[in-house]
């Protein structure tokens, strides 16, 4: 399974980002998929996830302004980032938790400037 991810950059707080994940080698449909960030000096955290019963789930710092999706024929899931805080700089990973493994993208860098 390999994920990769795209779609970081740098934008000014208050506006959007949307991040794209590829996934190869597996059915990722049945998987779990999430968006985790780690910031300099702090431990990787979720940002949100999105299960094989379409549920969701996202951090509390983020309800409301981000939101999970996936499009299963192109293998792809997204994050789309709106009203983008400072606080949201960091270095996103997309995952996916397939029969008990848990794989990682090699993450892509979001600045938010202030």
């Known amino acids: 399974v390999q994920l990769q991810a795209s779609g970081g950059g740098l934008v000014q707080a208050g506006g959007s980002l949307r991040l794209s994940c590829a996934a190869s080698?597996?059915?990722?449909?049945?998987?779990?998929m999430g968006w985790y960030r780690q910031a300099p000096g702090e431990q990787r955290e979720l940002v949100a996830r999105?299960?094989?019963?379409?549920?969701?789930n996202y951090a509390d710092s983020v309800k409301g302004r981000f939101a999970i999706s996936r499009d299963n024929a192109k293998k792809t899931i997204f994050l789309q980032m709106n009203s983008l805080k400072p606080d949201d700089t960091a270095v996103y990973y997309c995952s996916l938790r397939l029969r008990g493994a848990d794989y990682w993208g090699q993450g892509t860098l979001v600045t938010v400037s202030s």
């Open positions: 080698g597996s059915d990722f449909s049945i998987g779990i």
């Open positions: 999105l299960f094989n019963t379409d549920s969701t």
